[in-house]
């Protein structure tokens, strides 16, 4: 099932991030995130746990991924696709282009989100501890 996220998942999304990605962010970062009127995303709950979730924003009309992880023992069950989906349709309601940064070693993540349509547009160089970042458009 999913659901709006709310502030009250701070706490869960800093533990799913936590164990997502080699760095942290606090249950204060999301709290913000979700709070600032600009924030906003998705989760996939299972038994009242949520198994994955995606972090947005949205600023004039332009939607940007903020980060978006599932719990390594739900991946590869089509979690991750089921969150762009919902992602692309509220994208497509307002006419707004979704953009996101990956990592150009994350192969997983890049070719998720290829099969959901999003192109290449550029690349920032090291901009991940020294890692470049492809930056990726869905247009609507
Ligand atoms: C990226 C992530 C969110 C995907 O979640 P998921 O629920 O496993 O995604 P799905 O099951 O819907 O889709 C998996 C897709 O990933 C890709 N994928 C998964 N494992 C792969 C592998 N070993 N090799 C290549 N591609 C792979 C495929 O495109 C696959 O789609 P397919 O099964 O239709 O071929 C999850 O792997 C994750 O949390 N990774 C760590 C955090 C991260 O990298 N987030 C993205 C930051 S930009």
């Not at 942290?24 to 913000?32: A, L």
């Not at 996939?44 to 949205?58: A, D, P, Q, T, V």
């Not at 497509?92 to 990956?102: G, K, M, S, Y």
């Amino acid at each position: 099932m999913i659901e709006n996220l709310t502030v009250d998942d701070s706490p869960e999304l800093a533990q799913i991030y936590d164990e997502s990605f080699p760095d942290s962010w606090s249950v204060e970062t999301f709290h913000k995130m979700l709070s600032d009127g600009m924030g906003f995303g998705y989760k996939f709950i299972e038994n009242s746990r949520i198994c994955g979730f995606i972090l947005c924003r949205i600023v004039c009309d332009e939607i940007e991924i903020i980060t978006f992880a599932v719990r390594n023992q739900y991946r590869r069950n089509g979690i991750g696709h089921q969150l762009l989906h919902k992602l692309t349709l509220y994208a497509q309601q307002r006419a707004a282009p979704i953009f996101l940064e990956v990592a150009k070693d994350n192969a997983v993540a890049q070719s998720l989100y290829t099969e959901e349509g999003y192109q290449k547009i550029s690349v920032r160089k090291g901009y991940y501890n020294g890692t470049d970042a492809i930056v990726m458009k869905l247009s609507s």
